[in-house]
């Protein structure tokens, strides 16, 4: 007998009474009476051995689901706290997935735990409150999607109202909380330590052989809003030794041990970006490039079980048509692929390239062909753009057909019809899968990235680059002809909703995407008309201002940075939104106690918090290459330590960084914690983080634990915690884009101060009726040859390469490409390579960031 996931439902028996308050709702939880009514799916048998209940689980199951042992006609009542019991042992390892739910779909859980389980006896307890009354529950112990067979006994199962609400206190560890990676040599260094001191305390910072290193005294900061937390502050930015194995030490308590030195993101730059190749939909994920921990084989390829993205129907009534959708990436810890998270995601890892080309301090050859992890490595385009690519080929795919109603437009997302569980390895998903209505919403992601798409792969695949544009145009096209239709908030079954009733935003985006890859003056017309254009309250806003349902902010940082034919007037206020918003977000930082720059209003920390750090952390990465204003810099230093450990729960959200890191996400192939024979998440996978709204929003897990609170300790690592443990594209994608620019940043220093600068760039325009001549000078200011040299720069305006001397030049769009002929194709350290053009067409600022094979170059 059974109605559960995965296996053949009986008939249902009877309603249960209500239950009296602390009444046993588990009828023969000690088998003394043998099996009834306890139920167990068809490929096992429970019997009475030794007083237990035991059933053999067979080895190779999928899912947790495939074989269960439980009980139905379970009554709970709204608002009754109750504790489950059970003693268990398994001759080989599990893990129970705990379920307490309903006995029919959709399963609403009210309880969901992953418990292991070994050869020793184990008692299972735990606390929930019931969020609604359900007189026929089921409790189940989802036993399989294991490799190896086990024979699982249980004992002593007990389920009682009347119990006291769990008081969930974190591990916190030590009350000294630091960045667990550590610092930058010349950067901000600082540190909060919880304590109810109100004088100032003596605080000491220890090299690794406990010799004092500094010290000074800490500044009581009083009660931390968000944490509830009595706390002071220290500053030891005056240090700058390079060393492993530094701790601070605070009144007796010290701190995890951190590193000081310029390479400490060089790692992360590379795991954050290879999360994606993980991710990726249609293609086997090889061992050769992530090992054999993570290798898997193609998920939603058309291979049993798999249903396949290659020949996709609409959900019924909404097309007439099916599409072949492969490719893409899996959105988050389930299946789906959604065009608005999509959207944002490429866009922020084009964009992390796109800065090494308008950056001075960015370095490109960091991101260039052969760094990264991915199959395409070798094929002379920047790994990070191969990366890109294999979501840029799936949005388009989701675009509707010429000839079709709503033709131009996208649709909205791609998932099952219904929702799998943990855990689950994307090719052995057998759901159907669905394509759901366009929107408008989506629509412009298209528009945008396609553009974007336009002018970056134009040096390296000018029919791709074309494709691109081609399908922005046409999105844009049908967006402004259906510029009101939304994503239904109710279309939630299998997948979730990305709705969003204000597309403003997103034709903001769309149209400085595509005025900058144009130059088109209806483009223009279209930013200058938007309500949000100039407005940096509603563009950054004190919350947070970029978020996949609130994209103007990436349109102000391209206008921003990118060349463009906007007039001064207009690049100046655009320019003064982006640092107004860098101003308040390092404004944020220097208030926080944890010195972050968030600062929602209310402390009401937002589903996937860490992602609105991390994006704040990125206006005012743009605005600190923009101006190079120290305090941007130091707030995104102050980020990523909130990030790596200096936080209310002294948790580095990022696994693989810092003694305390996050290792049991939210993931459905990723969960060890559900299943040993499955791997942690990779390195360089970042956490959603503390969500104030997550018992709210029905995260089983965070209603046993998290019931009250406070806003930044709202967070669980654990894999079963959706609402604040998931893990997603658009949250990697901002991390990716900081751990580019925090690996740049290196020592701290200015772009002035440094001299390990490879190249000198001397360029001198000429101008004259119609055009201009040039002369480049590049000059290896290195210790080493530089053998065909290739040195490449962004025209601020529209002028168009016609004569040339003395080397080779290729322009797409705005990007120029100078090589070297066969006489000067190497250049010997402190030589120089002298070269000359003219122009065509109106004449524009001389370009401001050359950069020789990816390493920038200092100008004269």
């Not at 109605?3 to 709702?25: I, K, N, S, T």
């Not at 008309?529 to 990436?554: C, E, N, Q, R, V």
């Not at 997550?694 to 690592?717: F, H």
Request: charged residues 15%; negative net charge; hydrophobic residues 40%.
């Amino acid at each position: 007998m059974l109605a559960a996931p995965g296996a053949a439902a009986a008939d249902a028996p009877g309603e249960g009474a209500e239950p009296a308050p602390g009444a046993e709702q588990i009828t023969n939880g000690d088998f003394s009476a043998g099996t009834a009514p306890w139920w167990w799916t068809a490929n096992t048998t429970g019997t009475v051995t030794d007083g237990r209940l035991c059933a053999d689980v067979p080895a190779g199951t999928a899912n947790a689901w495939d074989v269960i042992v439980g009980q139905n006609d379970v009554p709970l009542v709204a608002g009754e706290t109750y504790l489950l019991s059970y003693t268990a042992t398994s001759t080989a390892p599990l893990t129970v997935q705990t379920r307490v739910q309903e006995a029919v779909e959709p399963w609403t859980t009210e309880l969901a735990t992953a418990d292991p389980v070994g050869a020793d006896p184990v008692t299972v307890t735990h606390a929930f409150t019931a969020a609604a009354d359900r007189p026929a529950a089921q409790v189940a112990l989802q036993i399989g999607g294991g490799e190896r067979a086990t024979t699982f006994c249980l004992d002593d199962v007990s389920l009682r109202g009347g119990a006291e609400p769990p008081v969930y206190v974190p591990d916190t560890g030590s009350p000294v909380r630091v960045n667990q990676v550590g610092y930058l040599p010349y950067g901000t260094k600082g540190g909060t330590v919880v304590t109810d001191a109100d004088a100032p305390l003596t605080w000491t910072v220890k090299a690794a052989d406990g010799s004092t290193a500094a010290t000074g005294t800490t500044v009581p900061g009083g009660e931390d809003p968000t944490s509830r937390q009595r706390v002071h502050t220290f500053d030891f930015s005056a240090l700058t030794t390079v060393g492993d194995g530094y701790t601070v030490d605070v009144d007796g308590q010290v701190s995890e041990a951190f590193s000081v030195r310029a390479d400490l993101y060089d790692g992360l730059r590379s795991d954050a970006l290879a999360y994606f190749y993980h991710n990726r939909s249609g293609t086997p994920i090889e061992a050769d490039l992530v090992g054999e921990e993570y290798a898997r084989p193609a998920g939603h390829a058309g291979t049993a079980p798999n249903q396949g993205d290659t020949d996709v129907p609409c959900v019924p009534g909404v097309c007439d048509y099916r599409l072949d959708v492969s490719g893409g990436w899996y959105d988050a810890g389930d299946h789906g692929k959604y065009v608005v998270n999509g959207g944002i995601s490429v866009a922020q890892l084009m964009s992390t390239y796109e800065r090494t080309l308008t950056a001075a301090d960015a370095e490109g050859a960091e991101l260039g062909d052969g760094t990264q992890r991915v199959p395409e490595r070798g094929n002379d385009v920047p790994d990070i753009l191969d990366e890109a690519r294999w979501e840029l080929d799936f949005l388009i795919r989701m675009q509707v057909p010429a000839g079709k109603p709503l033709a131009g437009m996208v649709h909205h997302k791609v998932h099952d019809a219904a929702w799998t569980g943990i855990p689950t390895r994307p090719d052995l998903d057998p759901q159907p899968r669905q394509l759901h209505a366009p929107s408008t919403a989506a629509t412009l992601n298209l528009a945008a990235t396609g553009a974007q798409c336009a002018r970056l792969f134009a040096p390296y695949d000018r029919e791709f680059a074309d494709r691109c544009l081609r399908a922005a145009t046409t999105a844009w096209k049908a967006a402004t002809a259906h510029p009101a239709v939304y994503a239904d908030p109710a279309d939630g079954t299998g997948g979730g909703t990305y709705s969003d009733n204000d597309v403003t935003d997103e034709f903001y985006w769309a149209a400085a995407e595509l005025f900058t890859s144009t130059g088109d003056a209806a483009y223009r017309s279209a930013l200058l008309a938007s309500p949000l254009h100039g407005d940096a309250d509603k563009i950054f806003s004190a919350g947070g201002g970029i978020s996949w349902g609130s994209t103007a902010g990436l349109g102000a940082l391209t206008l921003a940075s990118v060349p463009n034919d906007l007039t001064t007037a207009q690049l100046s206020g655009v320019r003064a939104v982006v640092t107004a918003g860098a101003d308040r977000y390092a404004a944020q930082s220097r208030a926080e106690l944890y010195g972050l720059p968030y600062s929602p209003p209310g402390e009401d920390y937002a589903w996937g918090s860490n992602s609105q750090v991390l994006n704040n952390m990125v206006v005012l990465a743009v605005a600190h290459d923009l101006t190079g204003e120290p305090a941007y810099q130091q707030a995104i230093l102050r980020g990523a330590d909130y990030l790596f450990g200096r936080n209310p729960l002294n948790q580095s959200y990022v696994t693989g960084y810092g003694e305390r890191d996050s290792k049991n996400q939210h993931h459905r192939f990723w969960a060890h914690q559900s299943n040993p024979d499955l791997p942690h998440p990779p390195p360089g996978t970042v956490a959603g983080g503390p969500n104030a709204t997550a018992v709210a929003a029905g995260d089983p897990v965070a209603a046993e634990k998290l019931g009250g609170c406070a806003p930044a300790l709202c967070y669980l690592d654990d894999n079963g915690s959706w609402a604040t443990n998931e893990v997603t594209i658009n949250w990697n994608a901002p991390l990716a884009y900081i751990a580019s620019y925090l690996d740049d940043a290196g020592d701290g220093r200015t772009a002035a101060e440094r001299a390990d600068r490879v190249c000198r760039v001397s360029y001198a325009a000429h101008a004259w009726t119609g055009g201009s001549t040039v002369t480049v000078r590049v000059r290896n200011t290195g210790r080493t040859a530089l053998p065909a040299w290739q040195l490449s720069w962004l025209f601020p305006g529209g002028q168009r390469v016609g004569q040339t001397w003395s080397a080779t030049l290729v322009q797409n769009g705005r990007t120029v490409t100078a090589t070297p002929l066969e006489w000067n194709r190497t250049l010997a350290p402190g030589a120089v390579a002298d070269f000359g053009f003219n122009t065509t067409g109106p004449a524009g600022a001389d370009p401001a960031v050359f950069k020789l094979a990816g390493h920038a170059c200092t100008t004269a």
